[in-house]
């Protein structure tokens, strides 16, 4: 069984991909689904969408069409296939791992795969941070042929819509965001080198390039306004959660017990040596999470008030935030703990305590 199949009207450039044996063929083959059987298994809605488009495409970089295998540059030669495919294994069996300690409930790997998701890292960043680097002085057709040609040592100009997240997220704590550097909202270039003669020019072309790419890798990109909601409202607890994916029951004999293993991918089991405890995925636990994610979401709007400029919202949900709480005061400097609930724990309505 291979991983592609070949039709009846197979080319010579086919018949060159069919190369690879097919035990490789079917390991690729069963890598490929326990992915996407983990992906479908992610808590996240939006985390299943993605992350299945993701490991769809990234295989079929290496995959042929049925007709005309060389016509696009993302397919690769049979014989780059058969160089980079064990390499490609590796890091395939590496992902399928991360998934499944994500699938249950380690918040590091499911906190990585939902700054994946909503674009605090990875591709979709890189995706969505290309609308804020286009410049607002018009440019034509041959200006742009320049700038894009390699080895292009062009100084770049900032947007005013990049300009205004930069400055508002310069007033962030650092301890809202995965990436710890702040960016400068200024870029202060001194009048002197240390000769004490005037900075060259090509000196403050190369600081002005080397601040913007700085600025760039820690900038956070905005959302989409429909995605910004919807991860706010997930966050806050306005829009109900529909509870972890039922997984699929394993087919094999009654004598596997707990230590049977898929082709490829790790059942339910102790975690032995892992960096973290795997945690139950509940509601709260999500909502902590997407909290956190949130926090790092900006979105951009044009100010209405003024009729020019830009508005930047952060999704801080501080207000729903169930990790925290507050004592309630006993009077003579004394706080209680338990304030505000009744015996068994619940939340005492403001009615009945007023009462």
């Known amino acids: 069984m291979r991983l592609w199949r070949l039709g009846n009207r197979a080319t010579n450039a ?8 097919d035990a490789s063929s079917r390991a690729v083959l069963h890598v490929f689904r326990a992915l996407l059987r983990q992906c479908t298994y992610l808590p996240d809605p939006a985390a299943r969408q993605y992350l299945h488009g993701h490991v769809v495409s990234r ?14 540059r993302r397919h690769k030669s ?10 490609l ?6 992902g399928l791992i991360f998934l499944c300690r994500a699938n249950d409930g380690h918040m590091r790997h499911l906190g990585k795969i939902l700054a994946m998701t909503y ?33 292009n040592q062009a100084v770049p100009h900032p947007s005013e819509q990049l300009m205004t997240l930069i400055k508002s997220q310069a007033k962030r704590r650092l301890s809202d965001f995965s990436r710890s550097n702040t960016p400068r909202p200024k870029l202060v270039i001194p009048e002197e080198n240390s000769w004490g003669r ?11 390039r080397r601040w913007y790419a700085e600025t760039l890798d820690r900038i956070m990109p905005p959302l989409p306004e429909a995605e910004w909601n919807r991860l706010r409202m997930r966050a806050s607890g306005q829009s109900p959660w ?19 293993h898929l082709v490829g991918e790790r059942v339910k089991g102790p975690s032995t040596g892992s960096c973290s405890k795997p945690h139950n995925i509940t509601t709260r636990y999500m909502r902590r999470l997407w909290a956190k994610i949130s926090v790092q979401c900006p979105l951009i709007k044009p100010n209405a008030a003024k009729k020019s400029g830009w508005d930047v919202l952060w999704g801080d949900v501080r207000g729903h935030d169930t990790t925290r709480f507050a004592l ?13 609930v009744d015996e068994g724990g619940r939340v005492i309505a403001e009615s009945n305590s007023a009462g």
């Open 59 to 72: 295989f079929r970089d290496y995959h042929p069409r049925s007709t005309l295998p060389f016509s696009s």
């Open 198 to 208: 005037p900075m060259p020019i090509r000196r403050v072309r190369n600081f002005k």
């Open 14 to 21: 086919h018949a060159r991909y069919a190369a690879v044996n």
């Open 89 to 94: 294994l590796r890091t395939a069996r590496r």
């Open 328 to 340: 309630g005061h006993k009077g003579e400097g004394r706080y209680d703990m338990f304030s505000g």
């Open 119 to 151: 674009g605090r890292v990875g591709k979709r960043r890189h995706q969505l941070l290309k609308d804020l680097k286009i410049p607002d002085v018009p440019v034509d057709q041959a200006v742009i042929e320049k700038l894009s040609e390699p080895g």
């Open 242 to 260: 529909e509870g972890p994916v039922t997984r699929r029951k394993w087919a094999g004999g009654p004598d596997d017990k707990e230590r049977r």
């Open 78 to 87: 049979a014989a780059l296939v058969q160089q980079r495919l064990p390499s």
